[in-house]
């Protein structure tokens, strides 16, 4: 087996990979977009029209009416003045740093934070906390020990492996008392958490909130590619007159974006995807937790097994594809205790999929064990 899956196929529920078929419970495609047929002919056509590339910097001759076209989608569907895409998710969490940093001279930091936010403090910030995850005592013990401060904490609203949920109703009442900025990146919680799918600050009533700025990406839930920002026009107008990274990156190519603007489409149109995709994710993880597994409780489509031995981790994720199932041991840079394989729950897994699964976990435990 390679420590890689190499895939041989579009991503779905199921995948091929070295001529075998697998059922996959791997990756971030949560909403089953990723080989869905209306954006495909989308991408296409746009190929058609505008050719592969802009071949451009936006600052340049990069911008053509779609980007504006996708911008303008994505402010309606987060309700903000604006938004600003650019070609990455990574790079979201370092350019909204860097266009702020004027704002805050420290930053607070979960310490299973993703490493896109860990890697964009700008230079010249030297006081760099950790706080303890989802601890808001924590947090508040620390931002009390940092008073004089402007303060700047930052986290994940969908962490990435746990699938834990960032506690913002307790963060956010210190971030009014110590007069800071939150920052969240809403990478997994775009299209998935929230009564309409706009993210981690709607599913806690906080999107009116005005220091509450979030990154998010279309290459998770909309089944895309490519980073976002949005908010007032104050904001994404900085980003583009200050932000090297965003005004010396190549434009985001045609498909790309027709498949951003047809995915929101499909989204906005269809809320059952995330209602059904978060259905099963909770009763997945009741059974789970049934087994006697240790995982996290948060409703998301992340769902952990945490074991305690490297061995046992790696081999159940084997046993797994050996028996035609896709859900990979985590080897990731973000400091976890114990080990784990990342279960993830998609709108177009079937029902036998995941009663296949079950059957499968509870084989690997009668003879393992859970722990």
């Given amino acids: 087996m390679n420590s890689v899956t190499i895939l041989n196929s579009s991503v779905g529920n199921y995948i091929k990979s070295n001529g075998n078929k697998y059922s996959y419970f791997a990756g971030n495609n949560y ?22 590339n802009f071949s ?21 569907f987060m309700k903000k003045q604006d938004a600003v895409i650019f070609a990455s998710g990574y790079m979201g969490n370092g350019i909204l740093l860097e266009i702020l940093k004027n704002r805050y001279s420290a930053v607070f930091i979960d310490e299973l934070a993703h490493p896109s936010i860990t890697g964009s403090i700008p230079r010249g910030i030297e006081n760099i906390q950790y706080f303890n995850h989802c601890d808001a005592s924590h947090l508040e013990n620390l931002l009390g020990h940092h008073k004089g401060l ?32 939150l920052v969240v990146d809403d990478a997994h919680s775009t299209g998935i958490l929230g009564e309409n799918g706009r993210g981690t600050a709607e599913h806690f009533n906080l999107d009116w909130a005005e220091n509450i700025y979030t990154t998010g990406t279309m290459s998770k839930a909309l089944g895309g590619y490519g980073g976002f920002i949005s908010g007032t026009n104050e904001l994404t107008n900085l980003i583009r007159e200050k932000s090297a990274t965003y005004q010396a990156s190549t434009s985001l190519p045609p498909s790309i974006i027709a498949t951003g603007i047809a995915s929101l489409k499909i989204i906005q149109k269809n809320p059952g995807l995330r209602v059904s995709l978060l259905e099963s994710a909770g009763e997945l993880r009741k059974e789970i937790i049934g087994l006697g597994f240790q995982t996290t409780t ?13 061995s046992k981790a790696k081999d159940l994720s084997l046993f797994l594809e050996n028996n035609g199932i896709i ?5 990731y840079p973000v400091k976890l205790k114990g080990y784990m394989i990342r279960i993830t729950v998609s709108a177009s897994h079937t029902v036998d999929q995941i009663e296949t699964l079950l059957k499968m976990l509870k084989k690997w435990r009668d003879k393992n064990g859970t722990n």
């Fill in 150 to 181: 402007n303060p700047l904490v930052i986290t994940d609203g969908i962490f990435a492996l746990t699938g834990e949920i960032a506690p913002l109703d307790k963060i956010y009442p210190l971030i009014e008392k110590h007069n800071a900025i």
């Fill in 327 to 331: 859900a990979p041991f985590m080897n």
């Fill in 31 to 52: 909403l089953g977009l990723a080989n869905h047929p209306v954006i495909k002919k989308a991408s296409i056509r746009s190929i058609k029209m505008y050719g592969n």
């Fill in 298 to 310: 948060d409703n998301t489509p992340i769902i952990p097994i945490m074991l305690t031995e490297l």
């Fill in 56 to 76: 451009a910097s936006r600052r340049t001759t990069g911008t053509a009416d779609i980007h504006l076209e996708l911008e303008k989608q994505l402010a309606a």
